[in-house]
């Protein structure tokens, strides 16, 4: 037994990889995209320790290729998530009892795997899987992930060394930071590798196990991610993998009365059915099951008149199309002064004709494809209604032939509260409101009340009277607040990341405040000497 109060080395950011022409890295990702795009990859379920093959298959294409199988999936049935969900049960009370540092250390280590051996074999699945262009993959995949494993680790040891600031003489106060008295269930999204990576480990750093669930459509790296952590020191049970289709696994899962939380990451509507489910069933579990869900978003633009035309644009234009349009934080509505109007248009009409799509193994795209048909469907009725509807600046096209791509697209609305700056729509679809100068005030109230969400904004002023008023008017529209910069792209350690509202419930993936939520503290007082009479002081002896 090593005695020791330990300090986990101090985390700094994994810097970002630039795979420019004739790079090393370059040449090393490419072979490997060459690879996996040379096998059909078969990938079962993980379930304590054993890769389960249940022969009930889904297949996944490329997105931007969709006649290209890139690997077949195995389903879970019943018996499957039963036997996942017993997996994490037998394996809780050696993990839970493994010292912090031991815990710790396997999720350094799989920092380090990622950002050396690993890196390739993730940032590929990533891109082929996911149609994630290079830069894409290698901030959320490679960087986002090492991040989070870096800097949770920190988080643990801060909340281990959390203890009560008072111990008055003779007693000693302490705090025994317990995992929860269950399972925990993650549920992550298609969009974001580093969240599918994230969500079942941040309750394991803590002592937690899992259960995880990933979208079918992100199955390719999340699989490599179930065998990186393996290669970490990961023992089995700790993290259970299942594949399937969100209701069947998700109903079967909630209704067991050991489950403790849900690491939830994904749409509003599945979250809250998750929810509803739960506080129906909440008489029949062995404790009040943590719920922790980060959700959709609407995400605006807000530009005041004395704004800069150019940063405006730049950022609407990475802001909303960079990886389709699918992050949770795109910018898809745009508050934009009429003065300024003309020049911002022009940049963004220049901007769009300007971008490439297609294969992202062609590193000159600036976009792929949207995730699948499902997502493609849904944004032609978008694009419909603004053809129909709204003034097209840029774009406003599709094609489904080859693969699931969509035109990055500006529709000009002139009512505000028009479905397009409404919904999430979830593609490369941005939406203007151009407001008269002298409506300032309007506009902040619009960008407040016109959306469910509030997950993140932008303001851009030099004004800095406007600056403060967007701050304070803006206080509850979004989780993420920017100046004078695009509203994604939020970074582990630097900007905590979550939304309130229809957004979620706020526990800042990436902080302090995310792995609380998987600590279910037990206080100790411990009383050197205890007193030898019932009887207080103020009492007459007989
Ligand atoms: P989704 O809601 O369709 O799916 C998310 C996950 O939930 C998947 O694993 C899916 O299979 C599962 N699921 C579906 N129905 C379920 C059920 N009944 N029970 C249990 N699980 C179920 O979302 P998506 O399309 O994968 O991701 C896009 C959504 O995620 C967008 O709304 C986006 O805004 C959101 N998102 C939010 C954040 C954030 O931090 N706020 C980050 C990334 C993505």
């Known amino acids: 037994m090593s005695t020791g109060v330990y300090r986990v080395p101090p985390p700094m950011n994994e810097p970002v990889r630039g795979y420019t022409r004739g790079s090393p890295e370059r040449a090393s990702l490419e072979r490997e995209l060459a690879r996996q795009s040379g096998e059909v990859a078969e990938i079962p379920c993980l379930i304590g320790g054993r890769r389960v093959f249940t022969g009930r298959t889904h297949d996944l294409v490329m997105p931007h290729n969709h006649s290209h199988l890139l690997a077949r999936v195995h389903l879970a049935g019943p018996a499957e998530i039963a036997a996942a969900i017993q997996a994490a049960e037998d394996a809780r009370a050696e993990w839970a009892a493994l010292p912090l540092e031991q815990r710790t250390a396997v999720f350094l280590k799989a920092a380090e795997l990622l950002a050396g051996p690993w890196r390739d074999r993730v940032n590929a699945a990533t891109m082929l899987g996911q149609s994630k262009t290079v830069h894409q993959a290698e901030i959320d995949s490679a960087c986002e992930l090492i991040d989070f494993w870096r800097f949770n680790a ?17 007693v000693w106060n302490r705090v025994d930071h317990r995992p929860l008295d269950g399972f925990v269930f993650a549920v992550t999204p298609f969009n974001f590798t580093s969240i599918a990576g994230n969500l079942p480990t941040a309750p394991a750093f803590l002592g937690n196990t899992c259960v995880w669930k990933p979208a079918t459509t992100s199955a390719h790296a999340c699989w490599v991610l179930a065998q990186l952590l393996e290669a970490a020191g990961l023992p089995p049970g700790v993290v259970n993998l299942v594949n399937g289709a969100g209701a ?11 489950l403790a939380g849900v690491h939830f ?32 978003g609407k995400d605006f633009i807000l530009a005041h008149p004395s704004a800069d035309a150019t940063a405006v644009s730049v950022a609407i234009l990475r802001g909303a199309f960079e ?17 300024l109007w003309p020049a911002i248009r022009e940049q963004l009409v220049a901007g769009v004709e300007g971008m490439k799509q297609g294969d992202v193994a062609d590193f000159t795209n600036f976009l792929g494809a949207v995730i699948d048909q499902r997502a493609f469907k849904k944004h032609q009725g978008y694009l419909e209604h603004g053809n129909r509807g709204a003034e097209c600046v840029a774009g406003g096209t599709a094609d489904g032939s080859r693969g699931w791509f969509v035109r990055p697209t500006v529709f000009r609305v002139d009512d505000p509260r028009d479905r397009l700056m409404q919904e999430e729509i979830f593609g490369p679809i941005a939406t203007v409101w151009v407001y008269d100068d002298a409506r300032w005030d309007d506009a902040l109230r619009e960008v407040d009340q016109t959306s469910p969400y509030a997950l993140t904004g932008a303001v851009f002023a030099t004004d800095r009277r406007a600056v403060d008023q967007a701050t304070e008017r803006l206080r509850f529209a979004a989780g993420n607040f920017y100046v004078n910069d695009k509203p994604t792209g939020a970074v582990v350690g630097q900007q905590p990341f979550g939304g309130s509202r229809a ?15 998987w600590s279910s503290a037990r206080t100790i007082k411990e009383t050197f000497v205890p007193p030898t009479s019932w009887r207080y002081p103020f009492h007459e002896e007989p």
């Open 503 to 517: 957004s979620g419930t706020n526990d800042k993936a990436g902080s302090i405040l995310n792995l609380l939520r």
């Open 265 to 296: 990451t994904g749409s509003t509507p599945v979250f809250q059915h998750l929810w509803r489910t739960i506080g129906q069933g909440i008489a029949g579990y062995r404790q009040y099951p943590r719920l922790v869900g980060e959700t959709g």
């Open 154 to 170: 920190m988080f643990a040891f801060q909340i281990a060394a959390d203890q009560p600031p008072v111990s008055p003489t003779g």
């Open 323 to 339: 990886y389709q349009g699918q992050k949770c934080s795109a910018a898809s509505r745009m508050y934009l002064p009429r003065s």
């Open 248 to 258: 069947e696994v998700g109903d079967q899962v909630v209704a067991d009365p050991r």
